[in-house]
C-alpha cells in the first residue's frame, strides 16, 4: 500500500485502510469482493522484522493464518 498499489489478495480481498500495525505486522480493513453485499473483513500480513531463525520460526507458529471459508 504504500507505492499507492491497492492490497487485492486472492483476487477477492481488498484493503481499504490500514488499522494498525506493530512488532508482528499489519492489519488492515478490507472488503470481500467475491461476495454480492461485499461485506468489511480485515486482512493480517504478517510482517516480522527480526531474521534469527529460531526466533522467526516460533513466531511464525504462534502466528497462524486462516485461509477463509
Known amino acids: 500500500m504504500s507505492c499507492g ?6 483476487d477477492r480481498y481488498r484493503a481499504l485502510k490500514l488499522l494498525g500495525q506493530g ?3 499489519k492489519t488492515f480493513k478490507a472488503v470481500d469482493e467475491d461476495q ?7 486482512i493480517k500480513q504478517f510482517a516480522f522484522s527480526n531474521n534469527h531463525p ?16
Do not use: M
Open 36 to 42: 454480492p453485499r461485499k461485506p468489511l473483513c480485515v
Open 54 to 69: 529460531e526466533t522467526r520460526q516460533i513466531t511464525l507458529n504462534l502466528f497462524q493464518c486462516i485461509d477463509a471459508f
Open 5 to 10: 498499489a491497492k492490497i487485492l489478495l486472492k
Open 23 to 25: 512488532g508482528f505486522g
